[in-house]
T-cell receptor, first 111, second 112 residues
Framework: SQQGEEDPQALSIQEGENATMNCSYKTSINNLQWYRQNSGRGLVHLILIRSNEREKHSGRLRVTLDTSKKSSSLLITASRAADTASYFCATGNTNAGKSTFGDGTTLTVKP | GAVVSQHPSWVICKSGTSVKIECRSLDFQATTMFWYRQFPKQSLMLMATSNEGSKATYEQGVEKDKFLINHASLTLSTLTVTSAHPEDSSFYIC????????FGAGTRLSVL
């Protein structure tokens, strides 16, 4: 299976609510990245968290990393309709240059 | 942050023709670039790792003669889909690594 696996697969919330997505991985990493992809578009890099970091903020985004559980979460606070997109996590492996993507979480924010 | 430019963003071609997609790192040098493929509503699947000055490393199941990769300089990698067929229609995305991976905007290929 994929190195990064997100859950839930799909999430639908009302505007103003918070959205939390989780990512689990299997092998050791040196960093983990979160991306957003609008339908039919390329990936937008949101945030990178290194393996020695536990939490990182960027605007309305908050990312946590628990290397002991091999998991990360992405929290979007005060969601907006424009946040509707697919969100992917990708892991940067210590032993390889490539990143591996999970299946993504499709977020729908209803106005 | 690092910028990766991909061109073209969209291409429509006839079956049997070849299509070249370019991936450039604009503000950094990338000895390694990655090519991904994405089908609708699916995740990104790594096709190959492009290495500057040497042969690309292809993932299992990816035809190297079908998807030709050339990484001739530290800022440019190209993916050529040879003798394209409708089943090659997909979204192709490149990336280059500077600690994290930074992605191009993708190329949507439609083969008629």
């Amino acid at each position: 299976s994929q190195q990064g696996e997100e859950d839930p697969q799909a999430l639908s919330i009302q505007e103003g609510e918070n959205a939390t997505m989780n990512c689990s991985y299997k092998t050791s990493i040196n960093n983990l990245q979160w991306y957003r992809q609008n339908s039919g578009r390329g990936l937008v890099h949101l945030i990178l968290i290194r393996s020695n970091e536990r939490e990182k903020h960027s605007g309305r985004l908050r990312v946590t990393l628990d290397t002991s559980k091999k998991s990360s979460s992405l929290l979007i606070t005060a969601s907006r309709a424009a946040d509707t997109a697919s969100y992917f996590c990708a892991t940067g492996n210590t032993n390889a240059g490539k990143s591996t993507f999970g299946d993504g979480t499709t977020l729908t924010v209803k106005p | 942050g690092a910028v990766v430019s991909q061109h073209p963003s969209w291409v429509i071609c006839k079956s049997g023709t070849s299509v070249k997609i370019e991936c450039r790192s604009l503000d950094f040098q990338a000895t390694t670039m990655f090519w991904y493929r994405q089908f609708p509503k699916q995740s990104l699947m790594l096709m190959a790792t492009s290495n500057e000055g040497s042969k690309a490393t292809y993932e299992q199941g990816v035809e190297k003669d079908k998807f030709l990769i050339n990484h001739a300089s530290l800022t440019l990698s190209t993916l050529t889909v040879t003798s394209a067929h409708p089943e090659d229609s997909s979204f192709y995305i490149c990336s280059a690594r500077v600690e994290a991976q930074y992605f191009g905007a993708g190329t949507r290929l439609s083969v008629l």
